[in-house]
Structures are given as C-alpha cells and as structure tokens.
C-alpha cells in the first residue's frame, strides 16, 4: 500500500522526494447518537479503514492538494497565506480548514506543501471521512513543524476547524474517536468533559457489521444544524426552572417530571431522545462490561427506534436496513450510526449469520430501495500513525 501510493504522488506531482505517508482512521459509533452536542455520553471506536496522506514540505507558500477519491478535480492549488472557506476548493477546504484552525490558535505554519489524500472508507457514509481528513491532517502537521500537541488537541482542533471553517457545528465525538483511537476498544466518553475510558470489544463469536445505505447525505449538514438549534431551545426552556448546564444531566424520571416546560412538541422529542440516549449509552457500557451483550444489542434497537421516531435522522433507506437486520437470526443488534439521513448502519452479527444478513438485507434494500447496500466487516484499530 505504502509503496503504491508513493508511487502514485510522484506520477502527480512529478517527484517523490521528501516524502511521508501518515494514516488516520474511520469511526464507527455504536451506541450514543447525537447526544454528544448534549453534554452525554458516547461509545465509538476507530476502524482500520481510513485516510492515507503522503505529503511533504515545500520551499514555498503553495498549497498542492490530490485526491485519488476525486481524480477528476485534479491538483487543486491554493496558498498557505490568508486561507478561508471557498466552494471552489473543494474537499481541499477541510485539510485547509485544519491549516487555519492551527494559526488560529497560534501555531504558524511556515511553508506550505504537496499532499495527496486516499480514502477507503465508503465516501458520504457516515463513517467520519471528513474528521479522518481533519486529524490525519493536523497529526501531518504536528510531525512537520514540530507543534506540541496532543491527540487529543488534534481532536479539538479539527473539530474547531469543522464548526468554524466548514460551517457544520458537530460535536466531538468524530474526531476524538479517531485521534484517540485503540485496536479492539471503544472509547466511553463523557463529552461533557472529555473524560474518557477505553472499553475492549471482545465479540466472541460475533463481529461488527457496517451496511452502506449509499443514501448521499445531501440535506444532512443543514439538518443536523435544525436539531442541534431544536435540542438547544428545549435546554433553554428546561433551564427556566432547572439547574442544568445539559441535556445530559438529566435522568429519565427528571426528564418527564419536566417536560411540560419545553413548548415546542418536536423540541420535546428531541430533548427526550438525547436525554434517554445518553441514559442507553451508560445502560450500555454497563451491559457490556458485564458481558451481556444480549442487552448491549437490545439497547442499539431501542437506539434506532428512538432515532426513527423521535429524534427523526433515519429515514427509509436506514430504517429498510435496520428493520430487514431485525428479522435475521444472529442478529445481536442494529442500528444507523453517525448523524443519519443516509450514511450507514452497524449490526451485531453471529459469525454464522453473516453470510445470511448480508443475503437478507441485501435483497430487501435492493428490492425496496432500488439500489445496492454494501456490506464491511470492520475491526477496530488504532489512532493517527505515520507509516
Ligand atoms: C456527526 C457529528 C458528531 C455526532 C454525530 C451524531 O457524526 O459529527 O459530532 O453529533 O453526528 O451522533
């Protein structure tokens, strides 16, 4: 691998001098959806699938992008001084954004440089190509220029990059799932303060399924943004009486016993989700820890319903595939992950009900859908890595 893509940044950009290649991963979540902008509690983990960046340093401000994903926009170029946000750039605009947010924060990049990207995590589906983008970038940067950063800076950072450069207010989780990532563990975070724990993923007798809906995301970034404004105007509602800093802090006994303050009824549902979701998250991790993972995939079903009808991310390409994965025996637990509207879904499955699930959904979602799901059997690895 190393050697090909090597070989492909030299037929691009003439040369291979000086060169390093870097790897940052995917992310799946497998259980806490959309309460990390809600001070809960979240379990993904990094996939071995990801970003490669072969990149090197220039002599001089100029920015050089290639992307082996988007062959057809070519070499897009641009320079390292006075970056903003432009349409024309493209994909360009998240390593750019990550250049940006690192002067933002006082860390000047001197020079600018040559970096060719390749993605082999499905584009648009849901599983943080774009934060693995972000953390592969700024792990390049750390390692060119020398910035005393941590992984979890490169979190911090490329999220800071994603809300402020690229205009989507997502939470944390994306990117401290992959800058903090560790093979065979999920990571139980507390957004509310980044504490955070690793918890091994020992399936015995089971692996983690991702289905593709290849549903583009399309609306996602505008609608994510509605649901975020939706659960901040119930908090503020919630606050009038309560004495709350999230959505988070709240059982389900309080929850209901407060409900009736937040006005809007869809803000009531949305509020209801985050807060029972965060409750599922610690259900969750406390199922797994005491090897009930029987539980554990009972709380990723009640997840989705919850995404389906009150928190309304889903949608009939998700729901198809999550709904289809119920019916199959073997099956621990389904799901949609990541923000919704398209993207994907992660499944528990039996070892001998893989080939099964995959027939089954797959033959549903094509009849039903009118296109193809795809179908990965993940593990989980590590963080950022220079190769
Ligand atoms: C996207 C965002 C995350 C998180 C999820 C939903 O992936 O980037 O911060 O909010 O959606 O859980």
């Known amino acids: 691998m190393k050697e090909k893509l090597i070989a492909k940044f030299a037929e691009v950009f003439g040369d291979d001098k000086d060169v390093q290649v870097f790897f940052a991963p995917g992310r799946v979540n497998l259980i806490g959806e959309h309460t990390d902008y809600n001070g809960g509690h979240v379990f993904p983990c990094a996939l071995t699938i990801g970003t490669y960046g072969v990149a090197r340093k220039r002599n001089d401000d100029v920015l050089r992008f290639y992307s082996m994903n988007f062959e057809e926009l070519g070499v897009i170029e641009s320079s390292i001084k006075g970056i903003k946000p432009e349409k024309e750039a493209d994909w360009t605009n998240y390593p750019k954004g990550v250049m940006w947010a690192f002067g933002e924060k006082g860390y000047e990049i001197p020079c600018g440089m040559d970096l060719m990207l390749f993605g082999n995590i ?15 970038t700024g792990a390049i940067l750390r390692e060119f220029f020398g910035f005393q950063v941590s992984n979890q800076d490169l979190a911090l950072i490329g999220q ?21 990532g560790k093979k065979d563990n999920a990571i139980f975070l507390d957004t509310a303060d980044l504490s955070f724990e690793y ?17 583009k995301r399309g609306l996602g970034d505008s609608k994510y943004n509605e649901r975020r404004a939706e659960c901040e105007e119930a908090l503020a509602q919630l606050q ?3 004495d ?8 389900e006994e309080e929850f209901e016993a407060n409900v009736g303050l937040i006005e809007r009824e869809v803000c009531q549902r949305r509020a209801r989700h985050a807060v029972y979701e965060n409750q599922r998250t610690l259900k969750a991790v406390a199922a797994l820890k005491a090897n009930d993972i029987t539980t554990f ?15 309304e991310v889903t949608g009939i390409e998700l729901d198809t595939l999550v709904e ?10 389904s799901r949609m992950t990541g923000a919704g509207f398209g993207g994907c879904t992660v499944s528990l499955v039996k070892d001998e009900a893989i080939d099964a699930f995959k027939e089954q959904v797959g033959k549903t979602y094509l009849e039903k859908i009118g296109y193809a799901a795809d179908f990965y059997v993940v593990e989980i690895g590590d963080g950022p890595v220079l190769l």
């Open 240 to 242: 009038t009486k309560l």
């Open 199 to 215: 918890a091994p993923i020992v399936l015995e007798g089971a692996k983690i399924v991702i289905t593709c809906s290849n549903k």
């Open 324 to 333: 289809e994965a119920w019916k199959v025996p073997g099956v621990i637990g």
């Open 244 to 251: 709350i800093k999230a959505l988070g802090d709240l059982s």
């Open 160 to 180: 800071f990059s994603e809300n402020k450069f690229n205009g989507v207010n997502c939470g944390i989780m994306d990117q401290f799932a992959i800058a903090m």
């Open 122 to 136: 499905p584009n648009g589906s849901g599983l943080s190509s774009s934060a693995s983008v972000e953390v592969l």
């Open 297 to 311: 995939g009972k709380l990723m079903n009640d997840s989705h319903t919850s995404l389906r009808d009150d928190y």
